[in-house]
Each structure stands twice: as C-alpha cells, then as structure tokens.
C-alpha cells in the first residue's frame, strides 16, 4: 500500500494550485487522510485534514484559501489551494491511516512528497 502525491510546482504569489495524492494497494478503508508541509528551517506542520464522513479540519493559516476534499471510491486526497503566498512555499506531504482488511488496524502512510514554490 502506497501513496502517490502530485501537483506541485511553481507559481506566482496569489496563484492556485491543486495537489493529488492517491492510495494504492491492498486497502480495506481509509478514516483520516490529510496534508502537511514542511518548509526550509522548519518543522513539518498540519495544514488541513479530513475523513470519510467529510468532516475538515484546517491550520488557521490557510482558512479562507485552501479547501481539502476526497474521492472515497478512489481513495484519493486533494489540495485546492488559491491565494498563495510565498510563505506557502514548502514540500508538501499526504497522509492517511489505512486498513488492508476488516481485522487489521490502521496504517500510518506518507507520501513522498510535493514541493510547492510560490515566488515572482
């Protein structure tokens, strides 16, 4: 079982950008998937997060900009995310707890990674 982030790259300040991350694998369910970023010289941080039924939560230093989503049928995460600041910059990561069968307890996953770059 893996995730698989894409979406980053480069973009103006006030620019948009869409991150995906895709679970594969063996997977019988997945709770919570959620965001985090870690910028140059600092430590990895939440930045929004949410699970099966919908339910969201954000860092307050994206509400209003950035907007977490899923597609449950194909256990997929996304990052919308308008706005941007060159403060947003920062290697963006997924996460998700993952079940491979009924009897099993969550799996702690990550993905590799996306760096997002906001800058003139």
């Known amino acids: 079982v893996q995730l698989q982030a894409s979406g980053g790259g480069l973009v103006q300040p006030g620019g948009s950008l869409r991150l995906s991350c895709a679970a594969s694998?063996?997977?019988?369910?997945?709770?919570?998937m959620g965001w985090y970023r870690r910028a140059p010289g600092k430590q990895r941080e939440l930045v929004a997060a949410?699970?099966?039924?919908?339910?969201?939560n954000y860092a307050d230093f994206v509400k209003g900009r950035f907007a977490i989503s899923r597609d449950n049928a194909k256990n997929t995460v996304f990052l919308q995310m308008n706005s941007l600041k060159p403060e947003d910059t920062a290697v963006y990561y997924c996460y998700a707890d993952v079940r491979v069968d009924y009897h099993s307890g969550p799996i702690n996953l990550w993905g590799q990674g996306t760096l997002v770059t906001v800058s003139s």
């Open positions: 949410i699970i099966t039924s919908g339910s969201t």
């Open positions: 694998g063996s997977i019988f369910s997945i709770n919570y």
